[in-house]
């Protein structure tokens, strides 16, 4: 079984960096797609990366391609690497691991996942 712990997430200035961490455990190397969410009060939980475990490929939403990276540190600990904050990035940030697999086109779909963090607030301030 798969279990998912955030942490990193705070406050931060427009313009700064914040990086979120993901421990995971019961997960087998490159055999998980695990992805990155956010969400805000009253809206959807929003796709933002996910990485395929082992293999390193990586995907990522137009409105954070080229600010954020996602990647994985270790075999169990995976993260999110944010630059460039901006007000709009405000958000509880989740991690997500899918039963097994690649991340596929439909990488950003909150269905394909299976477990999920807790989730870690990320509040930018302009």
């Known amino acids: 079984q798969v279990t998912l712990v955030e942490s990193g997430g705070g406050p931060v200035q427009a313009g700064g960096t914040l990086k979120l961490s993901c421990k995971a455990s019961?997960?087998?190397?490159?055999?998980?797609?695990v992805a990155w969410f956010r969400q805000t009060p009253g809206q959807e939980r929003e796709a933002v990366a996910a990485i395929r475990s082992g293999s390193g490929g990586t995907y990522y939403a137009d409105a954070v391609a080229g600010r954020f990276i996602v990647l994985q540190d270790s075999d169990t600990t995976f993260a999110l690497r944010m630059n460039n904050l901006a007000p709009e990035d405000t958000a509880v940030y989740y991690c997500?691991?899918?039963?097994?697999?690649?991340?596929?086109?439909?990488?950003?779909?909150?269905?394909?996942?299976?477990?999920w963090g807790q989730g870690t607030q990320v509040t930018v301030s302009s």
């Open positions: 019961g997960i087998t190397y490159n055999s998980h797609c």
């Open positions: 997500a691991a899918n039963s097994g697999g690649p991340c596929g086109q439909s990488w950003a779909h909150t269905w394909r996942y299976t477990t």
